[in-house]
């Protein structure tokens, strides 16, 4: 069995490290990184029972250089983020420096949790998955002898439900079944396959396909999202399809850090594997390294923050947020700075550290005085003698709340007026007794429905009869949701949505405003995946109607660029 060569000198070290700013995550430690590598390698090596030197003559080799290859960007990923959550405790919740004690007691927490609890539960499924790769690899070569699999549970009190559910499974080696419930199917999973020569294979009723594309089958529990794989045929110990939202936890980086991340965080990758393991040549992430020597004074260094700072500026943010973030990248560097500075040198940085404090409280004031500003806007419009109802309005049912229906068309005309609507455009306003909706030029509400919601549907319409702004509504939406994966909106918030009801969550304020609206369409000789709608523009009247207050300061970007369009 491997050890883990790590003991708690090297944790204290570490730790001691990450406050002084010697190892931050523009230095990630590189002995940590190839420690854990090479430990949980060597789990994969003693599962084939050779030295990897030994492996080239195996006929497995290029499924052991690939586990190799998935666990060295595993590595240096998990050693990324332990570094990422050690250094957030460098400041505490009123961005003041704790002290060394206060921040050793919580980092030497994290710590132990990534380099010991977690990484030996990572040992174990390293071994798990290793030993399905490698009987994967014996069931593909022998399935002319023994055609079928069967799905096996320990059959005890401890056996998982959902692994129960598999139990007695019989199908042919080369089923869709085996490539996402081949066991391991979770943590500590003790299910098994056997090989069967002769057999009736069980009849399967699928019944739908999850986001990721697994099949979902009746009766059958799906197993937990970072264990739908078969490790022999993906060739993977832990999952990273960012394409189908499957990745393990430490493959998820901020967009800041996505760059850093293609080049395996600058961490050196073994000769053996570099073929395997494209590494991009972009920009460095943003974070700050220095050189004591290049600096004369802490204004220097404070300058040299502020212009690295400004290279990676959010461009969704607004000016003063911008500044902001740009005072706590500030801040960041002086607690790097610091480095256990003492008399003089550390008495400036500390009267520059409540400089900055000051600065970010005076901002933080702008902001809500800019919040405020748009707040007063937008009530000014409501109230406003602007907008009539019946310019857009057709008909209306007699079984709805036509007063409602009224409010919501004049407050949408005194908010969009209307420039942005076609002269020719009229609304149908009918009854239905279940989810209000809006289809081509109809929109269908329930008795009990409000303004708000008529306010919502109107949304879809504009985006419906306006091919210029909906264009701009797709390229923000597009710009703003690049970087999530698709989820399933009951998943992500509890809610009765349908299962086909999807979303990239985004940092919206609400998931839903990421619904994804595609059909399959035609065009120039082939089938083209087509965004018809969005809720940008209808979950903006939503938040404005219900919370603007709290619309503008939780997502002042979407408030913002829909605002804009409405006046341009």
């Known amino acids: 069995m491997a050890n883990f060569d790590w003991n708690d000198a090297d944790s204290a070290d570490l730790v001691q490290k990450v406050f002084t700013g010697e190892i931050n995550i523009a230095n990630l430690p590189i002995e940590l990184y190839e420690k854990t590598a090479n430990y949980l390698t060597q789990g994969v090596f003693d599962v084939y029972g050779i030295g990897y030197d030994q492996s080239i003559m195996m006929p497995e080799f290029e499924t052991v250089r690939h586990l190799k290859a998935n666990i060295t960007v595993f590595s240096s990923a998990k050693t990324f983020q332990s570094i990422l959550d050690m250094q957030s405790q460098l400041l505490d919740e009123n961005g003041n420096i704790r002290s060394f004690a206060e921040f050793e007691k919580r980092a030497s927490k994290i710590e132990s949790l990534y380099n010991r609890a977690w990484l030996k539960a990572e040992y174990r499924t390293t071994i798990n998955q290793a030993r399905s790769a490698k009987n994967w690899d014996r069931y593909s070569s022998q399935k002319n002898t023994f055609p079928y699999l069967r799905y096996e549970t320990k059959d005890d009190s401890k056996v998982r439900p959902e692994h129960a559910s598999m139990d007695g499974i019989t199908l042919p080696v080369d089923h869709e079944f085996w490539n996402q419930y081949f066991p391991p199917n979770g943590w500590n999973c003790r299910c098994t396959i056997t090989q069967i020569r002769k057999a009736t294979p069980t009849k399967l009723d699928q019944i739908g396909t999850t986001d990721d594309g697994t099949p979902e089958f009746k009766g059958v529990t799906l197993p937990d999202q970072l264990f739908r794989l078969n490790s022999g045929k993906h060739q993977v110990i832990f999952v990273d399809d960012k394409q189908k939202g499957l990745s393990h936890p430490y493959f998820k980086v901020d967009t800041r850090y996505k760059a850093y991340q293609d080049r395996n965080f600058d961490m050196p990758i073994p000769n053996d594997v570099k073929d395997l393991i494209p590494v991009a040549t972009e920009i460095k992430p943003p974070v700050i390294q220095f ?261 503008i300061k939780n997502d002042f970007d979407h408030f913002q660029f829909v605002f804009k369009l409405f006046n341009e």
């Not at 409501?382 to 004049?410: C, H, M, P, R, Y």
């Not at 002269?423 to 269908?444: E, F």
Request: with cysteine.
């Open 291 to 551: 050189d004591d020597k290049k600096f004369k004074t802490i204004d220097d260094r404070i300058e040299y923050i502020k212009t690295e700072s400004e290279k990676y500026a959010n461009p969704v943010h607004l000016e003063t947020q911008m500044k902001m973030d740009d005072i706590l990248a500030k801040k960041r560097g002086l607690v790097e700075l610091s480095k256990y500075a003492t008399g003089e040198k550390r008495s400036q940085i500390i009267a520059d550290f409540k400089k900055l404090c000051d600065e970010y409280d005076e901002l933080s004031v702008l902001k809500d005085s800019q919040v405020d500003k748009y707040t007063n806007d937008v009530i000014g419009l409501l109230f406003s003698n602007n907008g009539s109802a019946n310019a857009l309005i057709d008909t209306v049912s007699k079984s709805v709340d036509k007063t409602q229906v009224k409010t919501g068309f004049e407050y949408f005309n005194k908010i969009v007026g209307n420039k942005l609507i076609p002269n020719d455009v009229k609304i149908k306003v009918g009854l239905d007794s279940n989810r209000a909706g809006y289809v081509s030029s109809t929109i269908k509400i329930n008795k009990k429905e409000t303004f708000e919601t008529i306010c919502h549907e109107l949304g879809h319409m504009l985006e419906d009869k306006n091919a210029q702004y909906f264009n701009k509504i797709k390229q923000y939406y597009q710009q703003r949701t690049k970087d999530y994966p698709i989820q399933r909106l009951k998943d992500l918030t509890g809610k009765n949505y349908k299962k086909t009801e999807l979303t990239k969550a985004d940092k919206f304020w609400n998931p839903y405003t990421g619904k994804q609206y595609f059909w399959n369409v035609w065009r120039s000789g082939q089938m083209i995946n087509d965004q018809h709608g969005t809720e940008i523009t209808s979950m903006w009247f939503t938040h404005a109607l219900s919370d603007l207050n709290g619309f």
